[in-house]
């Protein structure tokens, strides 16, 4: 289970998503755990026939099998997403709301710059930038980021931009 949960950290390290925790990736990694734990209580006898002796044991074994499966599964399409978008680059703008940092993470929290179209809300939209970029971004600064479609249509940030709010130049390119 570990090396699942580290494989699916690595994708979304390659591969990032626009929001901290994508709702789509919980629907999804449910619905598979729910298919592999159906699946898995149905062949339950064959794959396990002691079951009926240590029946909190075959149980949670099959949760954790289910568990390990929709995780992978959840790994294989947040890295396929990433790999197999061939889109060219797409530039939107973004307003730096907030400043985050957890641990090593270096968080910037935006808005989308055009009026309505975005927001700061319960799962605030950000872009894990480094720690030059993180310290001199102010709020209202703006951020351009790379923001792309994805093979599975799971938006995904491929670079970002930061731009100085006085002059209006912007960095070079830079991979989250």
């Not at 298919?35 to 396990?48: N, V």
């Not at 479609?149 to 938006?155: E, I, K, N, Q, T």
């Amino acid at each position: 289970m570990i090396g699942v949960v580290f494989v699916a950290g690595k994708a979304m390290d390659a591969f990032p998503s626009l929001e901290r925790d994508p709702p789509v990736a919980y629907f999804v990694i449910g619905v598979i755990f729910l298919i592999a734990l159906l699946l898995f209580a149905r062949a339950r006898h064959r794959l396990m026939p002691w079951g009926s002796q240590a029946r909190s044991l075959m149980w949670g074994g099959l949760a954790g099998f289910s568990a390990v499966i929709a995780f992978a599964s959840w790994a294989a399409i947040s890295f396929a997403n990433g790999a197999l978008d061939r889109t060219p680059d797409n530039w939107t703008r973004f307003s730096v709301v907030r400043r985050t940092r957890f641990g090593d993470d270096y968080l910037v929290q935006v808005k989308y710059e055009t009026a309505g179209s975005g927001g700061t809300y319960w799962n605030p939209l950000s872009v894990d930038v480094n720690a030059d970029d993180w310290e001199s971004a102010e709020v209202g600064s703006l951020l351009l980021v790379d923001l792309r479609p994805g093979f599975f249509r799971l938006p995904w940030v491929a670079g970002y931009r930061l731009c100085d709010p006085e002059t209006g130049s912007c960095s070079r390119p830079t991979a989250p």
